[in-house]
C-alpha cells in the first residue's frame, strides 16, 4: 500500500500559470482533502470530497477548484496562479464509516511545495 | 473565527522533561480531538485522539488530557526525547451524523527537545 500520493512533489509557477496537482489513494477511502499549509497558519482546508463526482468548498477556496472524477484520485487545479498561492499543499483521505465501524483518522501525503513567482 | 486555539506556537524542553501543547475549542458540537505529529518535509500523522466521554487517554510516552466543561485539551509528552523534535497540531471534528466533519486545526506548536 502506498497510502496517499501526491503529485508533483516540487513547482515553480510564474504569475498567471495554471497547474494541476494529484492526489492519490489506493485505501479505497471515501472522504478526501486538499488542505495548504502556510507558516504560522496551521493547516487550513481549501476544497474537499465525500465521494466520487462530489466536492464541496471548505475554509480557503477562492482561486482553486477541483474535480473527483475517480474515487482514488482527487484533482486540485489552480487556474490564474498567484503569488499569495505559494505554500505546501497536502492531501488527505479518510474511510467512511458509522457507529463501531467509525473511523476519523485523516491519512496525509508527503504534500507539494508550490512557488509562485 | 478560529474554532481551534492552540499554544504556544513554540516550546523548547530538556531531554528527559515533560512537554505540554494546550488547545481550546468553541463548538460543543465537536466530539473528536485528535493530535497530529508533522516532521520536517512530511505529512502531518496521527499521533493519538480522545472523544468527550473519557478525560484522559495514554499511549506510551503521550497523554491527552480533556476537559469537557473547560473546552480544553492538551497533549503531554512524558520524558521527552530529541526525536520527538516536530510541529504539533491538535484538531477537533463533529460526530458523522451531523454532516460533512472535515477536522479543524491549530496552528501548530513547534517543539524543540534539546540534548
Known amino acids: 500500500n502506498a497510502g496517499v500520493t501526491q503529485t508533483p512533489k516540487f513547482r515553480v509557477l510564474k504569475t498567471g500559470q495554471s497547474m494541476t496537482l494529484l492526489c492519490a489513494q489506493d485505501m479505497n477511502h471515501e472522504y478526501m482533502y486538499w488542505y495548504r499549509q502556510d507558516p504560522g497558519m496551521g493547516l487550513r482546508l481549501i476544497h474537499y470530497?465525500?465521494?466520487?463526482?462530489?466536492?464541496a468548498k471548505g475554509e480557503v477556496p477562492d482561486g482553486y477548484n477541483v474535480s473527483r472524477l475517480k474515487k482514488q484520485n482527487f484533482l486540485l487545479g489552480l487556474e490564474s496562479a498567484a503569488p499569495s498561492q505559494t505554500s505546501v499543499y497536502f492531501c488527505?483521505?479518510?474511510?467512511?464509516?458509522?457507529?463501531?465501524?467509525?473511523?476519523?483518522?485523516?491519512?496525509f501525503g508527503p504534500g507539494t511545495r508550490l512557488t509562485v513567482l | 473565527q478560529q474554532q481551534v486555539k492552540q499554544s504556544p506556537q513554540s516550546l523548547i524542553v530538556q531531554k528527559g522533561g515533560i512537554s505540554i501543547i494546550n488547545c481550546a475549542y468553541e463548538n460543543t458540537a465537536f466530539d473528536y480531538f485528535p493530535w497530529y505529529q508533522q516532521f520536517p518535509g512530511k505529512g502531518p500523522a496521527l499521533l493519538i485522539a480522545?472523544?468527550?466521554?473519557?478525560s484522559e487517554k495514554k499511549e506510551g510516552r503521550f497523554t491527552i488530557s480533556f476537559n469537557k466543561s473547560a473546552k480544553q485539551f492538551s497533549l503531554h509528552i512524558m520524558d521527552s526525547q530529541p526525536g520527538d523534535s516536530a510541529t504539533y497540531f491538535c484538531?477537533?471534528?463533529?460526530?458523522?451524523?451531523?454532516?460533512?466533519?472535515?477536522?479543524?486545526f491549530g496552528k501548530g506548536t513547534r517543539l524543540s527537545v534539546i540534548a
Open positions: 480522545i472523544r468527550p466521554d473519557v
Open positions: 488527505a483521505s479518510r474511510k467512511r464509516g458509522t457507529g463501531r465501524h467509525r473511523t476519523d483518522t485523516q491519512y
Open positions: 484538531a477537533a471534528s463533529r460526530p458523522f451524523f451531523s454532516g460533512n466533519t472535515p477536522l479543524v
Open positions: 470530497s465525500v465521494g466520487e463526482g462530489t466536492t
